[in-house]
């Protein structure tokens, strides 16, 4: 067994001890809006729920060099709203295109052929192409890192779920219906495999 201390490590190293051990990562894509209307959007793993009263999900966007916020965090900051879309098998390879970099001006949501629609409480529209979006308001940001900040720690609020009827059934969603892929290491995903079942505990 390696026994391998962080601090002495570099950070493109831990990066890769994070990404590859802590899988699989479900995957946010997550639209916002810009101060000059641009619609953005992003995928993001460092991604999951937090509570269900109120419902709440985390998302960690990590900065650019110098401390420089993504695009996706300054917007969430300045309009305190966004929507998350789980990916799935279906639209793996067009959001996958939302992850070039491109100018603040620019959108991902045109370049990857998406179809903007309308939200129900917020201002920021989703995409039709998702099974599930969620429209959030934001609840806090928290800024971490050692010397400087290398990081933005959303927690967002679910203000109204979407979901496509042909995997609801009786409250609950059908995990095969919604084929979400999640992130690995590198270039790598993983779709949804064999499911089985333990009881827990009493």
């Given at each position: 067994m390696l026994s391998i201390e962080p601090s002495e490590n570099s950070e493109r190293d831990n990066y890769k001890f994070l990404i590859g051990s802590v899988i699989p990562r479900p995957i946010a894509?997550?639209?916002?809006?810009?101060?000059?209307?641009?619609?953005?959007?992003a995928p993001f793993s460092y991604f999951n729920a937090v509570t269900a009263n109120p419902p709440l999900v985390s998302i960690s966007l990590q900065r650019g060099a110098k401390g420089v916020r993504k695009d996706t965090a300054r917007n969430i900051s300045e309009l305190?709203?966004?929507v998350v879309h789980i990916v799935d098998q279906e639209n793996v390879d067009q959001i996958n295109q939302t992850a070039a970099s491109l100018p603040p001006n620019q959108s991902e949501?045109?370049?990857?052929?998406?179809?903007?629609?309308e939200s129900t409480k917020i201002s920021v529209p989703g995409v039709k192409e998702a099974k599930i979006r969620m429209e959030f308001v934001l609840e806090q940001v928290i800024e971490l890192g050692d010397k400087e900040s290398t990081c933005d720690l959303v927690i967002g609020r679910v203000v109204q779920f979407h979901i496509d009827e042909a995997i609801y059934q009786d409250g609950r969603i059908d995990p095969h219906g919604l084929g979400a892929v999640s992130r690995l290491?590198?270039?790598d995903y993983a779709k949804i495999g064999e499911i089985f079942t333990i009881e827990r505990p009493k």
């Open positions: 894509f997550v639209t916002t809006k810009a101060k000059d209307g641009t619609l953005n959007g305190g709203e966004f949501i045109e370049l990857a052929n998406l179809t903007e629609i290491a590198g270039n």
